[in-house]
Each structure stands twice: as C-alpha cells, then as structure tokens.
C-alpha cells in the first residue's frame, strides 16, 4: 500500500515551508516537494529588509535554511523532487515527481512565480552568455564592462543600482518615461554617474557574435525608430510569472495565470491550497507568502477533521 | 562520499582519472550556488560510487576557470580522461542534474 500523507506541499519557499512549520505542529504527516533548496525566490536576495524582527535585515538564503529547519524540528520531512504532473481532483491526490509519485489528502501549491522573458528571438540560447534574470547572481561577471537593464520597476531599479558598483556603464531601458520603482529605490540611480537612461523603448532584438550578446536593438515606442545599443550583458527584469503550470485545466486561474483564491488559500478544488506569489493577491512578498502558510493549514485542518469532504 | 573541493593538482588528477568526476565551478558570492548547495551533497550520497563529486573555487583557480571556459557560475562539467563530457549551466533542479548525468555520463 503506497503511503498517503495528510499533506503534501509543492514548493519549498517561505509560504511551503511555513504551512510545513503549521502542519506539523498541528500533528499533520506533512511533506514538502522541492525541486532544488529552500527558499524559492527569497533565496535570490542577499538582503531582506522588510521582514519584521530583522532590524539588520536578513539574507534570504539564511533565513531560507532556518525555516526548512524549524518546520522539520517539528518533524516535517522534505524531499528534494521536482513534481512533473499533479491529479488534484482524485481522492487521495496523486503527485508525480521525478522521485516517484506521492500520495496525499490534501495538496498545497507554493511554487512561487519565475521571471518573465523578454520573448525576443535568441533569448533562450544567450541565457547565461550575455542574458541575465538575477544580477544578484550574475553580476559579478559583468565588472568594468556595459551592461543594459531592462524594466521599469522596484527590481529592475534595484539591479540597476547594484550592477552599477560593478559595471563601467549601466543602461537602463524602460518603455514608459518615468520609473515605477519607489523613490527609495530609484533615487541612488539618478544620483550614480555611470547610470543612463533609455526611456520609451522596448528591446527588439538581441545582437549577437559567436554565440555571445554584443548588444541589443531598441524601438521606440512613439516614434518606432530603432537604434542599437553595444552591451555585454542584459539583465531582464520585467515582471514575474507564476508557477501554475500543474493547475492548469483543473483549478481556477485568473488572467495572469494566478491561481484564484483568496486569504483562506482555499482554491476551486476541495482539499487544495494555494499560498504565496503563485495565488491572486495584491502584494507578493516574503511576509505575505509565510501568512498564506499558516492560513492554508488552518483551513484544510477544517477540511480534514470532516472526512476529507 | 563527501564533495571534494579541487586545487590545481587535485583538478587535474581527477579529471583524468578514467572514473568520471563531476565539477561544480563556483564562487563564494554566487548566490545560486548556494541554492544548489543540498541537491550536490544528495546526488554525492546517491551517486558517490559511479562518481566523484567535486567544486572548484574559481575566485581561487582563476586560471583553470579561464582555460575551460566557465562564463557563469555555477557550471556543471563532467569531465572523464581528460576530457570534459558535456556542461550544464545553473541547473534548476536536482532531477535536471540527474537528467543531464544519465544521458552525459558512458554507457
Ligand atoms: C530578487 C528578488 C528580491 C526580492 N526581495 C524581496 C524583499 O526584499 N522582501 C520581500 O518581502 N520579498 C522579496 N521578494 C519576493 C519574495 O521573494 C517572494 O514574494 C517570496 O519568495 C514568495 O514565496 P513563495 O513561497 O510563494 O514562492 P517562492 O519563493 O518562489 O518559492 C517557490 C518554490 O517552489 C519550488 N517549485 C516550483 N515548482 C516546483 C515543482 N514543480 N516541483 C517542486 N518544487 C517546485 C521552487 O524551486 C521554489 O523553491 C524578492 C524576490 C526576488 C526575485
């Protein structure tokens, strides 16, 4: 007989190993399903300052490792498989993964969002020799050399201002006139020398010579007029997608590709949760994906003291 | 069996060895190799007798980090008598390195 867990998380960011942390204190036979490590997308940044009781602030990655580590002290387990398919309508669920398949009563999803493309040609195949989605990460590549940002919000801003310690030169394009980002973020970059701007564009084409971006061609969104930017890097930050794939055709997703559901996490199936970036919400962040954790436990304890019903 | 962290003499021993040996290059400020951090010490574990499992420093061993090429950390090679078999560029996760180990690695 296959083993059926009370609950199964997918995802083992700050919102799955949170609603890790409250199933197993709830006495839950709880499991979490990572592809790679704690963290998720907190794990990317190396300075968190707007989480509560940090007055230093936090790297994400550290407190990624804490949060794995209090959930399983309370006897949470984790594995580390990556889930390919997902039957969520069955009874009990059936998660498949590249570990073998698991069975549960009820399911949460907390996979998180990834970052959205360009969705020019070329992309894929630069991904790594000149294109970029995380400066953190990259940036360091990229010293005394010319490096292009692309997007107009909080993250892009910051990338900028990070890359423009390292880089010679940083060029920011942004297809409105103005920034989005919140004045903390985007007034270091007006005041850094080695920061311009592109208003009005869009990328439309990545340059490349064997194998590796040289630059980028930039339209004009009122005039249409092109012009070719040299650069030896572009980071790409426009936005998030979420991780809703193994939703798709059996729970209800807004729009964007969100998976509805509201503070209770509860989704259009019985017995399934969403918590963090991946559910409709209007702020995605460390503080509210870790709220949906404790919430979607809250929740299925009802669903599981009735019978699973 | 536990990773093993390369220098020079070890980097070119093992990689000419004739058992295959998977290298991860990385760097102490890359902050996706640290993600990737739980899913290398498992596949040591799993994988530790077909294979060594191995990191290298290229803030340490910039030269060697040169000569093979590695433009982004962190870069899986696996290298088998000297040669490197094939890469894998921040994989996203552990089953894409187990992927890439099974159609990479000799029949
Ligand atoms: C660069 C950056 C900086 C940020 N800075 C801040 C900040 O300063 N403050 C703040 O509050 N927020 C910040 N955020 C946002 C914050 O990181 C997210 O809101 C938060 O991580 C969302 O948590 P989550 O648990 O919903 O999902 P995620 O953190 O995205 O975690 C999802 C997890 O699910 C796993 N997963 C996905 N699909 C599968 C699958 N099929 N099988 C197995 N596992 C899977 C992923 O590997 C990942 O670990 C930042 C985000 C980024 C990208």
């Not at chain 1, 311009?196 to 564009?201: A, E, L, M, Q, R």
Request: with cysteine.
């Amino acid at each position: 007989m296959e083993h059926i867990y009370d609950m199964i998380i997918i995802g083992g960011g700050p919102g799955g190993y949170t609603a890790a942390l409250y199933a197993a204190r709830a006495g839950l036979d709880a499991v979490v399903l990572e592809r790679l490590a704690a963290g998720g997308q907190m794990a990317l940044s190396h300075q968190i300052d707007n989480y509560p009781g940090t007055e230093q602030g936090v790297d994400g990655f550290s407190l990624a490792v804490k949060m794995q580590k209090q959930a399983e002290a309370f006897g949470a387990k984790t594995e580390l498989a990556e889930v390919s398919r997902a039957d969520l309508v069955a009874n009990p669920k059936v998660l498949e993964s590249s570990e073998g398949t698991f069975y549960a009563k009820t399911v949460v999803l907390a996979t998180g969002a990834n970052p959205r493309q360009l969705g020019v040609a070329g992309e894929q195949e630069l991904t790594g020799k000149g294109v970029h989605y995380c400066a953190d990460c990259d940036g360091m590549f990229y010293r005394g050399k010319t490096v292009a940002v692309v997007g107009g919000g909080n993250t892009a801003a910051q990338d900028a201002a990070l890359l423009s310690r390292i880089a010679k030169q940083v060029i920011l394009i942004h297809r409105r006139d103005t920034l989005r980002a919140t004045k903390i973020y985007h007034e270091p970059l007006m005041r850094a020398e080695n920061v311009s701007f592109c208003w009005n564009s869009v990328v439309e084409q990545l340059v490349q010579e064997e194998g590796r971006l040289t630059g980028v061609v930039l339209r004009d969104v009122h005039t249409g007029q092109s012009q070719t930017v040299a650069c030896d890097g572009v980071f790409v930050s426009v936005g998030r997608i979420p991780a809703s794939q193994l939703a798709q055709g059996q729970l209800e997703l807004d729009e964007g590709g969100y998976i509805v559901a509201d503070e209770t996490t509860q989704t259009s199936l019985p017995g399934v949760y969403a918590v963090g970036d991946v559910r409709t919400k209007a702020l995605r962040q460390v503080v509210t994906a870790v709220a949906d954790g404790a919430a979607a436990v809250h929740t299925a304890e009802g669903y599981l003291v009735q019978g699973g019903r | 069996m536990a990773i093993l962290d390369l220098n020079r003499e070890q980097f070119d021993a093992l990689t000419g060895a004739d058992q295959p040996v998977l290298v991860e290059f990385w760097a102490p400020w890359c902050t996706y190799c640290r993600r990737l951090g739980p899913a290398y010490e498992r596949l040591a574990q799993q994988r530790g007798e077909e294979l060594a499992v191995a990191r290298l420093n290229i803030d340490e061993q910039p030269q060697i980090a040169e000569h093979e090429q590695i433009e982004v950390v962190p870069t899986l090679v696996l290298y088998q008598g000297g040669k490197a078999l094939g890469s894998l560029v921040a994989p996203e996760s552990k089953a894409m390195i187990d992927t890439f180990l099974q159609e990479t690695l000799p029949e």
